[in-house]
Every structure is written in structure tokens, then in C-alpha cells.
């Protein structure tokens, strides 16, 4: 752990933010769209299913007309049969007196059967006038047996054909009753009955194109498919009316026509529709959406490559320039984005403020360096300029080696200070006339060490260390304060020792005369390799 806490955590990279955000932009239009074209399809549905059902009203009116008028025809034809008018004239007559034979229900019932075949009733019955039953026959004659007794048909004109709803065992028929007329006076009725069951239903719902229920009493009597599922249904049909809503499922419900107490409805799901439609564009949907994601991906991979592209390369090109410490080295406008130009143009800014301040800083650290190495020397008038002089010795032999521009400038701030450690040695010692006992020298030799540290605080002069720390260092070991050998010795305090004892001998002393330069070059070359560093020493004498 740092010292300022847990290091944060990486942010994403520009094409992860840029893919993130073009995918869940594409995602939220896309799912809204699928909203609204659901809700739309819904709408759209239900207005289609009203509109269905209001031309299915309309057909299923003209077609009950037609059909009542077909079965009031029929049932009127039937009524004028004179073979079976006669036959229950006979009945009536036979029944008054003595009692009916079997002959002439068997003659009636014959009757009814021939006219069966040709009509395809699924139920055809004869009554006298009291409605007791005479005779049946088709498919469903067992809910009409002989001898039982219709319901009355609760009219004033029973002279008049009618529609009604007869219950009969466990079924529910539609019954057309004509009465048969015998002048002026009714002997009986003709019943042509069909049950209101599923098949009833089914034909129904192929006529309206919607399912359709049958509803007697209140009460579901049969349907054109299973509506388990809608469990209210029966107790919301008679309020019906358009839209209605059982649990989950959205109907449309329309009343096609009444007779009596049984009432047909058509019924069509909005909700099981919308979703066949909405299942059906789904697969459309599914492959837009995959177009649009492919789209979106690819143009984001694209957006984010073209804005991380110059950025990456503006970070590569800081980052070599902070590896190599150039920071001279310009920077050129991608021309990518305006925003990544004022960037550019905002660290090249940046940069040239911090260059001068770094100038002015140099500057400043250099006057400072100056100021102390002068005050160094004051101290002794004989030494008055010795570091500058050493200074400027060193950054000639420095060129002349061909050394970097920066070693040259260490080699010239070291020289400056290479006596900094002096501070702590009494001006006795130091401006002493005559020469030093060995304890005096050894408070000489610590000045390296008391340099080091008195510098070692200052971060900026850390590569001038060496220089002052070692620069009495000799390639025999015999030099100080460590005692190094050869190579272990840096160059640049190699080069400072040289210059400080050539500065020295050519220098006049309290307890001695300053020697010619070329003396002092001699026996520079005497103690090459010893004492000096041959090299410079031979840089030295080529100056």
C-alpha cells in the first residue's frame, strides 16, 4: 500500500468506453423500439378486431334473417304436407273417441322420416296441440321422445312460425316451431331442431372469422374452441362490451346475434394475437438488431480507433521523451481533432514554462553554487578562485575527452563545490603559514566526506556527489577517504583531482611559490597512473 492509500484502479480503455456506450445507446433504441411497436401492434390489433367484428355483426344479421326465413320456408312446406296434415287430422279424431293406433303414429313418423332425408334436419318432431310429442326422427330424436310434453310457446300468435332455445336432455337446441293449420285451427307444430353444441359453434366461427361462444342463461353452453383459461369469462360476456381484460389476456368481445335466451358472442384475444404478430416481427427484429449491433460495433471500433490512434501515439512520444529525458524534441499537431491539437499545443506550452522555470531554477542553483565556492575561497587569500579556476580546468579537460554535454556540466558544478566540505575545517588549519602536522592533515581529509554530506540533502545534486566525495581518490588506492583503486574511481572526480592539483602547484602558497605550468605538467606525468589518472593527465597536457 501506498503511502496515500490503495492505488486506484485502471481506468477502461477509450475503445471499451466508446464500445460500452454505442452498445447500450443501440440496445435502449432498440428495446424501446420493440416497446413501441408492441404497444403499437396492440392498438393497431384492437381497432382491426372491433372493426372485424362489427362487419361480422352486420353479416351474421343478414345471414340469421336469411336463415330464419330458409327455415320458416322449409318449415312451412312442411306444415302444408297434406299426408301428414292428414295423418294427425286422423290422430286427433282416432284420440277423441277410441284411443290412437300404432299404425298412424307409425304413418306420421314415416312422414317425418322422408322429409328428414331430403332436409338433413339433426332433429324433426311433430306435437299435437297440447305440445305433447307425436314423433321424432333424426340423429338427436332420443332428446325428443314420443309422449313428452315442449314447453308452451309463450307467444300471442300461434298461428305464426318462431325462433326459441328449447333445453332437451343435456343439450340446448335452436328450434324453428311452425304451426300446422287445418283451416282455421291449429292441430299441432313442426319442430326443426339443431343443437347448440362445439360443432354448432365451430360452424359459426368459420362464418365470423373469430371464436365464438354461445351463452344460454348466463351460462357457456358451448364454444368454437376450449376457453378453460379465461375462467370469468361466462360472468363477463352479458357486460361485455368491446375491450375487456381477464387476468393477463386482453379480448374483444362482440355480440352477434340473440335469440331468445341464448346469445352468440364473438371473442378474439388482442393479447394471443399482438403476441403471434410481435413473435412474427421478432424474428425481423432480431436480425435488425444484430445488424445494428454489428454497425454500432464496427463504428465504434472505428471512432475509437481514430480518437485513440494520435492519442496513443502522443502518449508514446511523451513517454520515450520522459525515458530519454529529450524534451527538446517538438511535438507535431496530429491535425486528428481539434481538441488533441489544443493538447499538443497546450504541452508544448507547458513545456517551454517549465523550461524556463528550469533555466531560471539552473540559473539560480548556479549563482548559489558560485556564492558558496567564492565564499569558500574568501576564507583564504591564497585560494581566492581556486574552485572556479578548477571549474573551468575541468570542463576543458571534460571537451577535450569528448565527454556529453551533460557530464561536462556535472563536472563543471562538482569542481565548484569539491571543496564545499572545507566549511568544517578551523581556519586554523586552513591558513596555516607552514605545513600541517598529521592531525592537522587528517582534519584536511575528512573535507570530502563532510562535502558529500553537507550536499546530500540537495536531490538536484545527487550526480555531483561523486565528484566531491572522491575527487582525492588516486588509482594506487593510497588516495582518500575510501582508499579506491584504478577503475573503481569515476572519471569525472578523476578529472576534478587532476585539475585541483594542477590549480595548486601553479598556485602560491603561504609556506611556498607558485610553479610554472610546464613543471607542473612534468610531474603530473611523473605520478601518472599512481597517483593521477593517465588519461586525463595526458588530456591536461594536450591543453
Known amino acids: 500500500m501506498s503511502l496515500f492509500g490503495a492505488a486506484r484502479p485502471r481506468a477502461p480503455r477509450l475503445l471499451v468506453k466508446v464500445l460500452g456506450f454505442s452498445f447500450g445507446v443501440t440496445a435502449a433504441v432498440l428495446a424501446a423500439v420493440f416497446l413501441v411497436l408492441s404497444w403499437q401492434t396492440r392498438e393497431r390489433l384492437t381497432r382491426a378486431i372491433v372493426g372485424n367484428q362489427e362487419a361480422s355483426q352486420r353479416r351474421f344479421a343478414e345471414l340469421a334473417a336469411q336463415r330464419q326465413r330458409e327455415q320458416r320456408l322449409v318449415a312451412s312446406a312442411l306444415a302444408e304436407n297434406p299426408t301428414l296434415k292428414a295423418a294427425i287430422d286422423t290422430y286427433h279424431a282416432e284420440s277423441a273417441h277410441h284411443g290412437t293406433s300404432p299404425e298412424l303414429v307409425n304413418t306420421i313418423k314415416g312422414e317425418l322420416g322422408k322429409l328428414q332425408r331430403t332436409l338433413s334436419a339433426p332433429a324433426m318432431s311433430v306435437t299435437d296441440v297440447d305440445g305433447r310429442v307425436l314423433a321424432t326422427v333424426g340423429p338427436f330424436a332420443a332428446d325428443w321422445r314420443t309422449g313428452t310434453r315442449l314447453p308452451e310457446r309463450g307467444d300471442d300468435a300461434p298461428d305464426t312460425p318462431i325462433e326459441t332455445v328449447i333445453g332437451r336432455g343435456t343439450r340446448v ?280 554530506r553537507i550536499l546530500r540533502p540537495l536531490r538536484f545534486l545527487s550526480a555531483h556527489l561523486p565528484v566531491v566525495e572522491l575527487h582525492h581518490e588516486q588509482p594506487n588506492g593510497r588516495g582518500y577517504p575510501h582508499g579506491l583503486y584504478g577503475a573503481q574511481i569515476p572519471l569525472l572526480a578523476s578529472i576534478v583531482h587532476v585539475a585541483d592539483a594542477f590549480d595548486a602547484m601553479t598556485s602560491a602558497r603561504a609556506y611556498r611559490p607558485s610553479r610554472p605550468a610546464d613543471e607542473a605538467i612534468e610531474e603530473l606525468q611523473r605520478h601518472a597512473g599512481s597517483m593521477f589518472a593517465p588519461d586525463v593527465v595526458e588530456m591536461l597536457a594536450a591543453l
Do not use: C
Open 173 to 452: 337446441y335452436l328450434a324453428t316451431i311452425v304451426p300446422l293449420m287445418l283451416g282455421d285451427d291449429r292441430v299441432g307444430d313442426v319442430y326443426l331442431a339443431a343443437p347448440l353444441d362445439g360443432s354448432y359453434a365451430r360452424d359459426l366461427a368459420r362464418e365470423a372469422g373469430s371464436a365464438v361462444a354461445i351463452v344460454v342463461d348466463g351460462h357457456i353452453v358451448a364454444s368454437s374452441e376450449p376457453l378453460s383459461h379465461l375462467p370469468d369469462l361466462e360472468r363477463a360476456l352479458p357486460q361485455a362490451a368491446g375491450s375487456v381484460t381477464l387476468g393477463d389476456e386482453e379480448l374483444v368481445v362482440g355480440r352477434l346475434w340473440t335469440v331468445g335466451a341464448a346469445t352468440v358472442y364473438a371473442i378474439d384475444s388482442v393479447t394471443s394475437a399482438a403476441r403471434a404478430a410481435i413473435h412474427e416481427a421478432f424474428g425481423v427484429l432480431v436480425v435488425i438488431a444484430a445488424g445494428a449491433l454489428l454497425l454500432a460495433a464496427f463504428g465504434s471500433w472505428w471512432l475509437a480507433r481514430t480518437l485513440a490512434a494520435p492519442i496513443r501515439d502522443l502518449t508514446d512520444t511523451l513517454a520515450q521523451m520522459a525515458r530519454e529525458r529529450d524534451f527538446e524534441r517538438p511535438l507535431v499537431p496530429t491535425g486528428g481533432s481539434r481538441e488533441l491539437d489544443d493538447l499538443v499545443a497546450t504541452f508544448e506550452a507547458l513545456r517551454d514554462a517549465v523550461a524556463a522555470a528550469e533555466d531560471e531554477s539552473e540559473a539560480a542553483y548556479v549563482g548559489v553554487i558560485g556564492s558558496l565556492a567564492a565564499a569558500l575561497d574568501a576564507r583564504d587569500p591564497y585560494t581566492a578562485g581556486h574552485s572556479e579556476r578548477v571549474a573551468n580546468l575541468s570542463v576543458a579537460i571534460a571537451r577535450q575527452l569528448q565527454l556529453p554535454d551533460i557530464d561536462v556540466e556535472t563536472v563543471r558544478l562538482g569542481a565548484l563545490l569539491h571543496d564545499i566540505g572545507k566549511i568544517g575545517v578551523s581556519d586554523a588549519v586552513l591558513r596555516k603559514p607552514g605545513r600541517l602536522s598529521d592531525d592537522e592533515f587528517a582534519q584536511i581529509k575528512l573535507h570530502p566526506t563532510l562535502g558529500a
